[in-house]
DNA sequence: TTAAATAGTACTAAACTAGTCCCCAATGTT
DNA sequence: AACATTGGGGACTAGTTTAGTACTATTTAA
């Protein structure tokens, strides 16, 4: 399903939720209250983050976390290579080697054209955007972590 | 790394290679022998891809497999989908359940467009267009499975 | 000095992926 | 009719990845 994986979800819910109140302090307790995902998790995540420069934090009593730039200059592209490495659908999109088979596999040109759309995709989108309420059709409340049975 | 299976790479591969003679019948040997690609392996996905109506299988002896529509007809969306099922990037992207936290998560709306915009990407992109080879710096011979570590 | 936080690392259970193998069904060929 | 060829459908296993947790060290406010 071309998916990304749950830590990677977690750390958009993450993102956006202090990209709301982007000058604010947050220590990993309060995002786990407000987010709904384990605390554990929260934590690793946070430290993930702010070891990739996404986020600063401050250690010691008071401490937390922020975002490093404001929302609006962090894409959600740049959040998942942050969390999955670069985006790249196929192998030979990512190393430095030549795919070539006895055949002819030429194809490796065209899965980089393919990989540069989805790229452009995922780059033109920030916090900034995900910040912003878009209504759903019926609105019910379920906590995040039950969509994760 | 936002990636593909390998499976669904070598779907790719092999409805690549098969497009550029769309009409021959191919048995699954052939195809292994062109694509590098190890035979039960191929076979496999021959069966899957024909289940999934993506390719006419004739049994018994001289029999083989064939591309169902023209090459230009065959996304590379419709390739994945087949493979590993709708593309959407999140869990609730995908699940008729609406997304909600305590603390609000109004980013489900926003998932989708961003799944819709990379779909049209890949939805643009055909077996015609994978056929089409464009030159890449370096051309070095490398049997296709060494690719894979 | 103490409590509150982050930093770093290691570990484990579960799930998924890739690949192989086997036997059955269908269809040409002799 | 017998046989060879080829796809159809599962079942199975080793290996890898992912998710989640736990533990200890370090830093800093009060």
Redesign the interface.
């Known amino acids: ?4 994986s ?1 830590l990677t ?1 977690y750390a ?2 993450i993102l ?2 202090m990209a709301k109140d982007s000058r604010h302090v947050l220590n990993a307790m309060e995002v786990s209250e ?3 995902i384990a605390l554990p998790t929260v934590s690793k995540l946070l430290k993930l983050l702010a070891k990739a420069g996404m986020l600063v934090s401050t250690r010691g009593a008071k401490g937390g976390y922020a975002l490093s730039r404001k929302p609006e200059n962090i894409s ?1 592209a740049s959040v ?1 290579s942050v969390m ?9 999109s ?2 430095q ?14 899965w980089n ?2 990989n540069k ?2 790229h452009n ?2 780059e ?2 920030t916090l900034a ?16 972590a039950s ?2 049975r």
């Not at 399903?1 to 990304?4: A, G, H, V």
């Not at 080697?97 to 065209?110: D, K, L, R, S, Y």
């Not at 955007?129 to 995040?144: A, C, G, K, W």
């Open positions: 399903m071309l998916k990304l749950k979800d958009t819910v956006s939720f407000a987010t709904g959600i998942i999955e490495g670069p985006i790249a659908l196929t192998e030979c990512i190393s080697q030549v795919c070539e088979q006895a055949a002819g596999c030429h194809i490796g040109a065209n054209l393919i759309t989805v995709a995922l033109s989108v955007d995900m910040v912003i309420t878009v209504p759903r059709p019926e609105e019910i409340l379920v906590p995040v969509l994760y």
